[in-house]
Structure formats: C-alpha cells, structure tokens
C-alpha cells in the first residue's frame, strides 16, 4: 500500500524567507506524487505533480517539490513566502493501479507566515 | 467553466438519522471521488464512481454509500449516523482517464449532535 509521511505538523517562517515543507513516502509502484493547498474554508487545490517525467517539478504560486527516489522524498519549497501562503499543505500519493482517482492523503502540514 | 459544486455546504443531523449529500462534477468529467476529512483521521478516501459504476471504493462501513447518475452527478448516503460521522465531506471529479487531476469541491460540513 501507498502511504506518505509528512514530518512537521506545523512550520512558520516569516515572509520573504524560504519555505521547505517535508514529506516522505512509500510505495511499492513507481509513485505519483502531489502537493496540494487547503485555504480555510475552501477546497483542496493542486499545487503541483510529479508523474515520473522530469524529478523537479514546478508548480502555481511559486511552488516546487523535488523527488528524490534514494531518499523516497518529495519535499515542497518556494524561495520566499508570501502572507497569501498561510494554509495547510497536504502531501498526497496515488495508487497506481487506481489511477488519480484514489487518493492517499498525509496528515497534514499548517503553515503560518509571520509578518 | 464551472467547478465543482457541493451542496448542501453545511447540515446538522441527529445520531440515527440518515443523510444524502450531492455532489456536481465540472462538466465533462466522469469520475467523482469522496474523501471524508475529521481532525482525527484526516482525509480519507471514501469511494470513486466513474460513468455510474463504483470503481474504487476504500474502508468505511456499508453504512457509506453512493451513486452517479447519466450526467456524473453524484450522491452520498450515509445512514445510521454516528458522532464520528461530524466531518467535511469533499469531492472530486476528474475526467477519469490518463492519470488526470482531481479538481474538488468547496465541501459539506456534517455535524451530528
């Protein structure tokens, strides 16, 4: 079975720093990986993708993850945080077999901006 | 083109009481997916209907159910309901082929007292 672990349950940073929220996985497929981005009170939105194409995958808003098969990584950055950035990411995995459509989500990570 | 809707957003139920939740997909898309997300368990995969056929389902009890009709609508029953069921109920809908994107909805926010 698919799963991913997400390392920080809660990360701050102050705006115009660096971002870097941390996510391992585990998988006995070649995995498709996911960020997405979770506004209070809104619904889930993709972030970005990674389906085995190029191991850096940019993003919307700045975003990029690299995939690390050695290390079973896919950890988000942006350079520079922004407030709009205030949210909680999930790292996701897919179940190969199932296509997109079944989806393993991690616990979680909030992010808060300091201003 | 618009998103995915959702609706009710918000519904309050009884224990032992039943609830059907409706969920519209973008148009175009065949697959709708439900994932129920509680601060206990987070977000956990419910079960996936593509052109009016489960075709994935996940762990959750049988009170959990759902249908698609012809024009990739969807519903979720849950009956019986339990305290544990309080939660956001998302969907998502995708045009089901290819590894393409899920695109989910705002969410209902069930609260069983």
């Known amino acids: 079975a698919q799963s991913v672990t997400q390392l920080d349950s809660h990360v701050s940073v102050s705006e115009g720093t660096p971002v870097l929220l941390r996510c391992n996985y585990s998988?006995?497929?070649?995995?498709?990986l996911f960020w997405y981005v979770q506004h209070p009170n809104k619904g889930l939105q993709l972030l970005l993708k990674?389906?085995?194409?190029?191991?850096l995958v940019k993003g919307i808003n700045g975003f990029e993850a690299e995939f690390k098969k050695s290390e079973t990584s896919f950890h988000l950055t942006k350079p520079s945080a922004h407030m709009s950035d205030a949210a909680e990411y999930f790292c996701?995995?897919?179940?190969?077999?199932?296509?997109?459509?079944?989806?393993?989500f991690g616990t979680g990570t909030r992010l808060t901006i300091i201003p | 083109k618009a998103g995915v809707t959702q609706t009710p957003r918000y519904l309050i139920k009884t224990r032992g009481q039943q609830v059907t939740l409706s969920c519209s997909p973008i148009?175009?898309?065949?697959?709708v997916s439900w994932y129920q997300q509680t601060p206990g368990q987070g977000l956990q995969f419910l079960f996936e209907?593509?052109?009016?056929?489960?075709?994935n389902k996940g762990n959750f009890p049988g009170r959990f159910s759902g249908r698609q009709f012809s024009n990739s609508r969807s519903e979720m029953n849950v009956s019986t309901l339990e305290l544990g069921d309080s939660a956001l109920y998302l969907c998502?809908?995708?045009?089901?082929?290819?590894?393409?994107?899920?695109?989910f909805g705002p969410g209902t926010r069930l609260t069983v007292l």
């Open positions: 998502a809908s995708s045009l089901g082929t290819d590894y393409n994107e899920q695109f």
């Open positions: 998988s006995s497929y070649s995995p498709s």
């Open positions: 990674y389906t085995s194409a190029a191991t």
């Open positions: 996701v995995v897919s179940d190969p077999p199932f296509g997109n459509e079944k989806l393993t």
């Open positions: 148009s175009g898309h065949r697959s």
């Open positions: 209907y593509f052109s009016e056929t489960q075709r």
